[in-house]
C-alpha cells in the first residue's frame, strides 16, 4: 500500500471517529471536532501534527479567555467590540508574520470572536460555546493522536519543529492594514445591507480574513474558484445522498469515504489547497446533518456558501489594492 493511501485512511478514519464520538456524547458541534482533525492532517508529519495541536489547544484556551472578556467589556457596545476586534485582529496579523507560534495566536483570536459573536454577544449562551469549543478541540486532537499511534505508527521526533518563516516588519504590517481594510469592509456591508444570519457575516469575514491574507491576490483567484468546485460536489450528495442514511455507522463511512477520496486523490504538497478546501468544505456545508436530529435544508448551507463568496471577493480585491499600491510607491517590496 503507498504512502498516500496509508495517510488518507488514518485521516478518514480519525475525523469519522471524531464525528461518532461527538454525536454520541451528545455534542452539538461535531464539525469543529472535525476541523480539528483536517488542521493537523494538514501538516508534514506526526510530528509536526502534536507540535500544530499543542498550539490550537494552547490558542483554543487562550481564545476562550479572550472571548468571555470581550463580552465583559464590550458586550452591549458594538463600536468598541469593533474596535478592539481591529486591535486584536491587526495584533494577530502581524504576530502571525513574525512569531514562531503565529498558529497560536491566529486560534486565539478566531475563537475570543466565535465564543463572542456566534453567541450573539450574549454571556450566557457564550459560556456553552467555550466549554464547547474546548471539549470538540480535544476531541479532535485525540482522535487523530489515537489513530495515528495505533495504525502504521510514526516516529516521533520532538526535536522537530515546523519551519515558520520570519517575515520582514513592513510585510507583518502589510498583513495587519489588509486585515483591517477587509474587517471594516465587512462590518459596513454588514450594517448596511440586509445580511441574513445575525453575526455570522462579520464572524466568517473576520476570521477568514485572518487565515488568507497573506496569500497573492492572483492565487486568491485559484481559491474562489475551488470553493465553487468542492461546494457543487458536497451539495450534491447532501442533497441526494446523506438523507438516505439513517445509522450513525452509515454517516460515519460517508465521511469516511469523502475524505479519503481527498486525500487520495490530492496528495502532493502543492496540493495543500484541495485537501483543506475539500476537508473543510465536506464538514461545513454538511453541518446540520451532524446533529442529533439531523436536518436536510440546504438554505442554510447556500447561505454559507453566500457568506463565504462575498467575503472572498472582498479579500481579493484588498490584497490586491494594498499589494499595487505598496509595490507601486516602491515603500515594500512583495515576492
Given at each position: 500500500m503507498t504512502t498516500a493511501s496509508i495517510k488518507a485512511i488514518k485521516v478518514s478514519a480519525s475525523l469519522s471517529l471524531a464525528i461518532?464520538?461527538?454525536?454520541?456524547?451528545?455534542?452539538?458541534?461535531p464539525y469543529w471536532a472535525a476541523i480539528a482533525v483536517i488542521v493537523m492532517a494538514t501538516t508534514e508529519n506526526y510530528s509536526h501534527a502534536l507540535h500544530k495541536a499543542r498550539q490550537r489547544i494552547i490558542g483554543t484556551a487562550s481564545g476562550v479567555v479572550l472571548g468571555f472578556v470581550l463580552l465583559a467589556l464590550f458586550g452591549q457596545q458594538r463600536e468598541l467590540f469593533l474596535l478592539s476586534e481591529l486591535i486584536l485582529g491587526g495584533f494577530a496579523a502581524y504576530m502571525s508574520a513574525r512569531s514562531r507560534h503565529a498558529y497560536a495566536y491566529r486560534m486565539a483570536f478566531i475563537v475570543a470572536l466565535i465564543?463572542?459573536?456566534?453567541?450573539?454577544?450574549?454571556?450566557?449562551?457564550?459560556?456553552?460555546?467555550a466549554v464547547l469549543r474546548v471539549q470538540e478541540t480535544l476531541l479532535g486532537v485525540i482522535c487523530y493522536s489515537l489513530v495515528f499511534s495505533l495504525f502504521w505508527p510514526e516516529k516521533k521526533d520532538p526535536n522537530v519543529v515546523?519551519?515558520?518563516?520570519?517575515?520582514?516588519?513592513?510585510?507583518?504590517?502589510?498583513?495587519?492594514?489588509?486585515f483591517i481594510v477587509v474587517t471594516l469592509v465587512s462590518w459596513m456591508i454588514w450594517i448596511y445591507l440586509?445580511?441574513?444570519?445575525?453575526?455570522?457575516?462579520?464572524?466568517?469575514?473576520?476570521?477568514?480574513?485572518?487565515?488568507?491574507?497573506?496569500?497573492?491576490?492572483?492565487?486568491?483567484?485559484?481559491?474562489?474558484?475551488?470553493?465553487?468546485?468542492?461546494?457543487?460536489?458536497?451539495?450534491?450528495?447532501?442533497?441526494?445522498?446523506?438523507?438516505?442514511?439513517?445509522?450513525?455507522?452509515?454517516?460515519?463511512?460517508?465521511?469516511?469515504?469523502?475524505?479519503?477520496?481527498?486525500?487520495?486523490?490530492?496528495?502532493?504538497?502543492?496540493?495543500?489547497?484541495?485537501?483543506?478546501?475539500?476537508?473543510?468544505?465536506?464538514?461545513?456545508?454538511?453541518?446540520?446533518?451532524?446533529?442529533?436530529?439531523?436536518?436536510?435544508?440546504?438554505?442554510?448551507?447556500?447561505?454559507m456558501l453566500l457568506f463565504l463568496s462575498v467575503v472572498l471577493i472582498i479579500i481579493r480585491f484588498v490584497v490586491y489594492f494594498v499589494d499595487t499600491f505598496f509595490v507601486v510607491s516602491g515603500e515594500v517590496k512583495i515576492e
Open positions: 461518532l464520538l461527538a454525536l454520541s456524547f451528545g455534542w452539538e458541534k465564543i463572542a459573536l456566534a453567541s450573539g454577544l450574549s454571556e450566557t449562551f457564550s459560556f456553552h460555546l515546523p519551519r515558520q518563516v520570519i517575515l520582514s516588519q513592513a510585510e507583518a504590517g502589510l498583513r495587519v492594514l489588509k440586509p445580511m441574513p444570519g445575525g453575526f455570522m457575516f462579520p464572524l466568517i469575514a473576520a476570521t477568514l480574513g485572518l487565515s488568507i491574507i497573506e496569500f497573492p491576490h492572483h492565487y486568491l483567484n485559484k481559491v474562489l474558484g475551488l470553493v465553487y468546485i468542492w461546494a457543487c460536489i458536497v451539495l450534491t450528495q447532501y442533497v441526494f445522498v446523506l438523507p438516505l442514511l439513517d445509522n450513525g455507522w452509515q454517516l460515519g463511512t460517508f465521511y469516511f469515504v469523502n475524505t479519503f477520496a481527498v486525500w487520495r486523490l490530492f496528495p502532493k504538497d502543492n496540493q495543500l489547497p484541495m485537501r483543506i478546501l475539500g476537508g473543510q468544505f465536506l464538514v461545513l456545508l454538511t453541518m446540520n446533518a451532524q446533529h442529533l436530529r439531523p436536518v436536510f435544508d440546504i438554505h442554510s448551507s447556500l447561505q
